[in-house]
């Protein structure tokens, strides 16, 4: 939906609303609030492919990648394994780095914080990547 037509049926339940018919404006509301939530999950869901995709081309595709919501936040936590299963690194991405970055800035600043260099150096320790850049915390010194 575009602006366009997201502007029509706000201005549409807000006649509602004036004219006593609540309940209209607000299923049209929670219609719109509903797609807007949709389509915030695709790009979250879009963004995260593409860090998969390049956490994979940096094992040359000899890794699995594996992620989760961190417990009840909404942080990610994403494992990159060997193909027989085992751990090789932690990371965890912020939301705020996801949401507020698009997938061609989230690339850009993985390549520029030298994402694969940190990597090896930290092991199996967990990289925190956030828009203030990659930290390892049990490494204090390791960061960029």
């Given at each position: 939906?575009?602006?366009?037509e997201?502007?029509e049926?706000?201005?549409l ?17 929670s219609?719109l609030?509903?797609q807007?939530?949709?389509?915030a ?27 989760q ?21 932690h ?10 970055n ?5 690339i ?12 090896a150096?930290a ?5 925190l990547v956030?828009?203030?850049g990659?930290y ?9």
């Open positions: 939906m575009n602006l366009e997201r502007l049926k706000t201005m339940a807000i006649t509602f609303a004036e004219d006593g018919k609540h309940e209209w404006a607000r299923k049209l509301l219609e609030d509903k807007r939530r949709h389509k999950k695709n790009i979250l869901r879009d963004r995260l492919a593409t860090i998969q995709l390049y956490l994979e081309t940096l094992g040359d595709r000899k890794v699995k990648i594996e992620k919501k961190l417990f009840n936040s909404k942080h990610y936590l994403i494992f990159i394994k060997n193909l027989t299963g085992l751990v090789r690194h990371l965890i991405f912020t939301y705020q780095f996801v949401s507020e698009t997938t061609v800035e989230i850009e600043k993985l390549m520029s914080w030298n994402l694969a260099d940190l990597l150096k092991g199996k320790h967990v990289v956030s828009d203030q990659l390892v915390p049990s490494l204090g010194g390791l960061n960029r």
